[in-house]
């Protein structure tokens, strides 16, 4: 029974909604009630897989491009990571400021920063429901 | 084409650590070279170059660019790695709280750089230093 109940309610790999139009920064800030830090000029860029954790060396295993990356570390080093590793925009949870060292760096390297007050689990959740790919 | 870059690379400087890598990911792609060989090359300079910050007093970066490969060449003043077999290991680390506080320390990092690149070399002589040469070549070999 157990079992049947976890198929039932797990969505598999894929984003339930995949037939979901595919969200931009915008929507995404909108969605999560983020305030951008630092990227006006990106906010019509798409958002269509996300990655979450606060263990860089972690992000820096990941084989896709582009894709949100979702942490709770504000630290410069955050975003010299996205840089390498062709992560376009950087949301920040769990109420995490971004540091000035960290909006420049954004700046320099043409990243999207935003700040959320919500937890890792609560942002990715609605990300996932509207359905933005997990990265693998 | 025959291009060389030198940066200097400073121990327990977290605030600058990537520089080297942010300049050299900038340089290649003005030299058109293919996009996934520049990410390949940015991640495994960044993750040897955040080791000298971490590990390290002091370091160089070097890098040498020809029609053929890029070489990386990180040597750097320090503890150096005893065992560099087990250091090789995923998930072995000797990195200190405040490296990990910063998201990294996580015993990945020579593992990933072996992953992201062609060719990887590392001598090292404790309390001395350590040598690391990564090779990316431009074209299938």
Redesign the interface.
Known sequence: MLQDKTKAIHPGPVAPESNSPVLTIRDVLELTGAKLVYGEEYLDKPVRKAFAS????????VEA?DFVLI?G?A????I??A????IGFVLLVRNKKATP?MISLAK??GIALAESKNSMYHTSGLLFKAGVRPVS | MAVQLKFTVQGGDFTNAGFASSQVKKILKQLNIDNRIIKRVAISLYEAEVNIVAHAWNGTVTVDIDEEKIRLFLSDRGPGIPDIELAMQEGYSTASPVVREMGFGAGMGLSNIKKNSDKLTITSEVNQGTEVEIIHYLHAQ
Do not use: I
């Open positions: 606060d263990l860089m060396s972690d992000v820096l295993q491009n942490t570390l630290h410069p080093q955050v010299r990571t840089e390498m590793a062709d060292e320099q390297a």
